[in-house]
């Protein structure tokens, strides 16, 4: 159960932060919507063409259905969801069916997000803790060639910066189909000799489906506060995350098309569950003799209880199964950048470590029905821990070359105990210690060529961690057949060319080509509570093109197109195609603001038919979502979101597995999918205090 929103100060360590006298400061109008597009130049400081940045104005421009769709600002990826409104989005980007993070590191001011050895899967990404008005900035960065990015950096990362002190003082006030009702209040203040920024949020939802309610209600607190000393600045921040939900998971082809439910329908409607998370940071940015320092330590108290039920009744009480996972993180990192002259040359050399405990208390897999515990497949203690370190020199040949060559090395120990009290006594033999190291390295050429355009060539490798469970495992949970422990660490290698053209703050236009190989897609299921080979290993190629252009005062337009080939390099079940990695990614985007009182936001998202499991395809599906606003005066103003504007009903996912219904003598392969939700209208009225 998770403990009542009251209670998370004394959780996160502190209480009298909240009670202090703060003096609220305001500003004379609302900050004006501004349609700039990606207008920052990131020539001579950009490793590639697959780096950007993301700016806090096209996020608020752009109209989500889930905290987490933010993410799909990143060219080329795509977030979507097969289950309830409280699960992690499912990720894909550059041939990569990411499940939900596993090859894609994504952290928020420091603080990881991806979290290992995960009841549901491995690098679990769960951004439902973000308040997406919080959000200053996202940097992302393509590839695993990025020395200061450790696991998880097999197709990239993205950092999520959240707002400093220019934060407006507002209150937002939405409602809108299907249950949908949100309040958010953000303030800046001045308090405890500084700057105190703090939001919260609170959202219900019911959802379209016909025989459950979602019934979400999710929570956020984010309190930071900011002191600045005459060397640079220290932050402390408080983020609390607390939801429930039903779920309406993915259901097979078979069921709609002989009419046992529809679309919007449900198989099983008690899946579903809760989680929370509570983060406490402290962080550190000033200039000493040698360089600019940069310090950051956090701690993270975090729960899940996830109910699903992907197969139905292949047993005869049914086949819904229960994940858990509780744990506290405790690490940091600590980087230092200098400047120096080598032989009149221009060096920038940075030097970095981080180092993080996962405390595992438990995380397991249980059978259920109706939410009621039958059986416990498996229950663990983990303790998980890592150290990285890494340095990264950049060298300006000329006016025009740079090179930036980095080296890191990363050591991983894992230590599994069964908890036979509670899991059947073939299941203890699964407990074991191991460890492993690995050492990645990567190597960056850009060309500038003139004041607009700069080419790039970049090579390097990154890794992802195994499932510590995988690492010791010794019989499968359910059938005690004796199987092999998984690789620790599974390494990536890749490889990019790229150009980047930037005109004024007109035209900002990225072209990469790349290419990528993994020495194993082994990896451990939480669904099963085994590991799964899905192949020794795999090549992906492909090609990127982003360009943002600004036509008029008026008018600016975006487009993003990805393309990608994965395939193994032997066949698996007949077939060389990686299933679930999408071959075909397009966005664009349409931003018109006349005036300084209205402006409109149209978005476009595409993507091709793909590979599944079997040889099966899937359709390619397309969504619209439009966002209008309005400032009727300095201090209010109305916007109005419609998302899947033209009420698609195309797949947000599919997949292709046995799985069986009543009635039905055995499990049958069939295709299962999860819709878009219907065309929705949400009315948001914002005041500013």
Not at 186 to 208: K, S
Not at 613 to 635: F, I
Request: glycine share 10%; hydrophobic share 35%.
């Amino acid at each position: 159960m998770n403990p009542p929103l009251y209670l998370l100060p004394m959780r996160a360590g502190f209480l009298l932060t909240l009670l202090l006298p703060l003096s609220v400061s305001s500003h004379e109008s609302l900050v004006e919507i501004e349609v700039i597009g990606r207008k920052v130049n990131l020539l001579g400081d950009a490793l590639s063409a697959s780096e950007g940045r993301v700016s806090f104005q096209e996020i608020r421009q752009r109209p989500v259905l889930r905290a987490g769709d933010v993410l799909e600002t990143v060219p080329g990826l795509v977030a979507t969801q097969h289950s309830g409104s409280g699960k992690a989005n499912q990720l894909f980007l550059r041939g990569f069916n990411l499940d939900h993070g596993t090859d894609f590191a994504t952290s928020i001011d420091g603080m990881p997000v991806n979290l290992r050895t995960h009841g549901h899967g491995q690098g679990y990404t769960d951004l439902n803790f973000i308040i997406p008005e919080m959000v200053q900035e996202i940097l992302y960065r393509k590839g695993p060639y990025y020395a200061e990015v450790g696991d998880f950096s097999g197709a990239g990362s993205a950092n999520f910066v959240t707002r400093d002190n220019s934060v407006d003082s507002v209150v937002q006030l939405g409602a809108g189909e299907f249950g949908y009702t949100r309040a958010l209040a953000m303030a800046n203040a001045r308090g405890v000799g500084g700057d105190l920024v703090f939001a919260l949020e609170h959202q219900r939802y019911d959802g379209p489906w016909e025989n459950l309610e979602e019934d979400v209600g999710k929570t956020n607190l984010q309190l930071k506060q900011f002191w600045q000393g005459e060397s640079g600045e220290t932050t402390l921040s408080l983020m609390a995350y607390r939801n429930g939900w039903n779920a309406a998971d993915q259901i097979p082809d078979r069921a709609v098309q002989s009419g046992l439910i529809s679309k919007l329908g449900s198989l099983d409607p008690t899946t579903g569950g809760e989680s929370s998370r509570y983060s406490l940071s402290l962080s550190s940015q000033s200039e000493i003799a040698s360089g600019d320092l940069s310090v950051n330590v956090f701690a993270i108290d975090y729960d899940m209880d996830l109910y699903s039920n992907f197969t139905y009744f292949t047993s005869s009480e049914g086949d819904q199964f229960k994940q858990i996972d509780s744990r506290r993180i405790y690490g940091g990192n600590i980087t230092l950048e200098s400047e120096q002259e080598w032989a009149s040359q221009t060096v920038i050399n940075t030097f970095g470590a981080d180092v993080r405990l996962d405390d595992i208390n438990e995380v397991g897999l249980l059978s259920t029905s109706g939410r009621r515990i039958r059986d416990t497949l498996r229950l663990d203690r983990v303790i998980e821990s890592s150290i990285g370190v890494f340095w990264q020199s950049e060298l300006s040949w000329t006016d025009r070359l740079r090179t930036v060559a980095g080296v890191r090395y990363d050591r991983f120990w894992f230590d599994v105990k069964a908890l036979d009290a509670l899991v059947p006594s073939t299941l203890t033999d699964n407990s074991g210690k191991t460890d492993d190291g690995i050492t990645t390295a990567s190597l960056h050429t850009a060309y500038r060529l003139g004041d607009s355009q700069e080419l790039y060539a970049s090579l390097g490798s990154g890794f992802h961690s195994n499932d510590a469970r995988g690492t010791v495992i010794s019989r499968d949970p359910t059938t005690g057949a004796e199987i092999e422990p998984v690789d620790e660490l599974v390494p990536t290698r890749g490889a990019e060319l790229g150009w980047r053209v930037y005109l004024t703050d007109r035209l900002n236009a990225t072209v990469a080509l790349w290419q990528l190989d993994i020495e194993s897609e082994l990896v451990f299921v939480g669904d099963a509570g085994s590991t799964e080979d899905t192949g020794a290993s795999s090549e992906r190629e492909g090609l990127e093109l982003s360009a943002y252009y600004q036509l008029n005062n008026a008018v600016g337009l975006d487009f993003e197109y990805a393309q990608s080939k994965a395939q193994f390099t032997a066949p698996v079940d007949g077939s060389y195609d990686v299933p679930g990695a999408l071959d075909r990614v397009i966005s664009a985007g349409v931003n018109y603001q006349p005036n300084d009182r209205v402006f409109t936001h149209l978005r476009f998202r595409y993507f091709g038919d793909y590979p599944l499991a079997g040889g099966q395809r899937a359709a390619g599906s397309s969504m619209t979502n439009l966002r209008l606003g309005y400032e009727v005066s300095d201090s209010i103003q109305l916007s109005l979101d419609l998302l899947n504007l033209f009420d698609s009903d195309d797949h947000d996912v599919e997949y292709f597995y046995p799985s069986q219904l009543i009635g039905e003598p055995g499990p049958v392969d069939d295709h299962h999918y999860h819709v878009f939700e219907p065309r929705a209208l949400r009315l948001y009225l914002q005041f500013q205090l």
